[in-house]
C-alpha cells in the first residue's frame, strides 16, 4: 500500500486530480481513499472536495517543494565492493560484477541520480 508521501507525489505529478483515478493508479479502494483523503484535508496536507471528488496539493506545500528543489542537493560517494548490495532510502543497489564500483550519489527532492563509475 502506498504511504503518504506516495500518494501526495502522485498528486503532486499530476497523474490523477481525482478520487476515481487515485483509486486506479494506486489499487485502493475509493472507501478506503475518501477516509484517508477526508484526514489528510483536515490537516491541510490536500485540498479534497468529497462531492466532486477532486484533489490538489494546497499552494504553501507545494510553494515548499520548490524551495527545497532549489536548494542544494544532499551528495555523497560510495564505494560498493564486488557481490556486495547496499540500500539507500528505499533503493537496494547491487553489485554483482567482479569488481569494486564507485557510486556518485545526488538526492534531490523529486529525482535521486546515481553515476556508477570504476574504482581505478
Given amino acids: 500500500m502506498p504511504t503518504t508521501a506516495d500518494l501526495l507525489t502522485i498528486i503532486e505529478e499530476k497523474t490523477v486530480n481525482n478520487i476515481k483515478q487515485l483509486a486506479k493508479e494506486t489499487g485502493i479502494p475509493q472507501e478506503k481513499l475518501h477516509t484517508i483523503l477526508t484526514n489528510l484535508s483536515h490537516h491541510n496536507l490536500i485540498e479534497y472536495n468529497p462531492k466532486t ?3 490538489v496539493l494546497p499552494k ?3 510553494r515548499i517543494n520548490q524551495k ?8 555523497g560517494e560510495i564505494i560498493l565492493p564486488k ?3 547496499i540500500q539507500i532510502q528505499d533503493m537496494l543497489i ?3 560484477t567482479g569488481n569494486d564500483l564507485e557510486l556518485k550519489i ?3 527532492t523529486k529525482r535521486k541520480e546515481i553515476a556508477i563509475c570504476s574504482v581505478t
Avoid at 527545497?68 to 551528495?75: C, T, Y
Wanted: glycine content about 8%; hydrophobic content about 35%; cysteine-free.
Fill in 68 to 75: 527545497i528543489e532549489r536548494e542544494k542537493p544532499a551528495v
Fill in 83 to 85: 557481490y556486495k548490495e
Fill in 60 to 62: 504553501w506545500l507545494i
Fill in 53 to 55: 471528488g477532486q484533489l
Fill in 106 to 108: 545526488r538526492l534531490k
Fill in 94 to 96: 547491487g553489485n554483482y
